[in-house]
């Protein structure tokens, strides 16, 4: 097919009218819809209707874009006073959550080298990244899943998973980044680490809090003649907020959910058409982004680490997302056993991993950035 607008055009709607339709039959069957989304993506892709597509960073900014909407839109949709009495539990889940995932995970994958045949072989520094790049929740995901069909949760459950979720890719990044290039480099200077990793996370939060109010203050005062024109202003101030707050050295996915959940819970004009406009966007943007991974991967590549990941993917499922969830919730006495087992089988992972995934590729210093992206 000729490369041109009209064929660009044409693709992609048949792509999103397909996804729709996709995630319309799914709903039926309990088949979650981004799955299928990326499915579509990959049955479209060069193994399947034979478009190409193989540029990690064009992957990697559409992915940006759509998290930063995903992220502001859940936080628009959470109510403070919901998180207020479980701020607590939710921040330590994504923080040390994430970081105890890595480690066991890490572990867990750097012993598979030594067990199993082929050219399966990642030194520990290559497992610790495989790990920290699965070692998020999926905002997407969780968000999705918790809001659909009139799901009632007891404990706090649902502001608990979506606190977490919406907050710990900063700290899931941060490690990417840090492995990255303690890989490539091939020393780590923890004082600068840590330094550098409490900077992203206090700039971001701050940046997010302040930003947010002025977002607020802005779309009250700012009196545009044009209705219309509000959800596009709104819009602007999202990616401002990502934008500004990473020059600043902060975390840009961490303020941008701040600024949603401040700008959700302050008295905002025109409050029901915005919610609406980015209920819309989210779902285009979760739609394009997985569509966008899923062309990006090669299902041909993918039997050579089918039964590692599958191992790995187990092991995260059943020993060490729980070590992790009972492990940090140990403080928190409110919980009951039976919550803490389903907060720790809702460690749904979905887009964020792979575009994390994208980061290695991008290096020519990993040498299997490719296994890596296709675990």
């Not at 660009?8 to 995630?23: H, K, R, T, Y």
């Not at 930063?68 to 109510?79: A, E, K, N, P, V």
């Not at 998020?136 to 502001?159: M, N, Q, Y």
């Not at 934008?243 to 025109?270: D, E, S």
Request: aromatic share 12%.
């Amino acid at each position: 097919m000729v490369i041109s607008p009209e064929n660009i055009l044409l693709v992609g709607a048949i792509l999103l009218f397909l996804s729709v339709l996709v995630g319309k039959t799914g709903a039926k069957f309990g088949v979650p819809a981004l799955l299928l989304f990326l499915g579509v993506g990959m049955l479209a892709g060069s193994d399947g209707f034979g478009i190409y597509f193989d540029s990690p960073q064009i992957a990697q900014f559409i992915g940006t874009v759509a998290l930063c909407i995903i992220l502001f839109s859940g936080g628009m949709d959470t109510h403070y006073r919901e998180i207020k009495p479980i701020l607590a539990p939710g921040v330590t889940l994504a923080t040390l959550g994430v970081l105890m995932t890595t480690i066991i995970t890490g572990l867990f994958i750097y012993s598979l080298s030594d067990l199993l045949p082929g050219n399966f072989q990642l030194g520990l520094l290559e497992s610790m990244l495989l790990a920290a790049v699965m070692s998020s929740t999926d905002s997407a995901s969780v968000f999705s899943i918790l809001r659909s069909k009139g799901i009632s949760l007891k404990e706090r459950l649902r502001p608990t998973l979506e606190l977490e979720s919406g907050s710990n890719d900063p700290m899931a990044y941060m490690l990417t980044i840090l492995l990255i290039q303690v890989i490539e480099i091939g020393v780590i200077d923890w004082p600068h680490s840590i330094v550098l990793l409490f900077m992203q996370l206090s700039i971001g939060a701050a940046a997010g809090f302040a930003l947010g109010y002025a977002i607020v203050w802005i779309i009250n005062r700012i009196n545009v003649p044009n209705e219309s024109l509000y959800p596009v202003l709104l819009f602007s101030c999202v990616f401002f907020v990502f934008a500004f707050t990473n020059l600043l050295q902060g975390n840009g996915y961490l303020a941008v959910y701040i600024a949603g959940l401040v700008v959700g819970n302050r008295k905002l004009m025109h409050k029901r058409s915005l919610t609406t406009f980015f209920d819309g966007f989210t779902w285009l943007f979760q739609i394009v982004m997985f569509l966008t991974l899923g062309l990006l991967v090669n299902p041909s590549e993918l039997p050579a680490v089918a039964g590692v990941g599958l191992l790995v993917a187990i092991f995260m499922i059943v020993v060490s997302r729980p070590i992790s969830v009972f492990a940090c919730l140990l403080p928190f006495r409110r919980f009951t056993t039976r919550a803490r087992v389903y907060i720790s089988w809702v460690g749904l992972r979905g887009a964020v991993p792979i575009i994390f995934a994208t980061y290695p590729l991008m290096s020519a210093e990993i040498p299997n950035a490719r296994m890596i992206f296709n675990i």
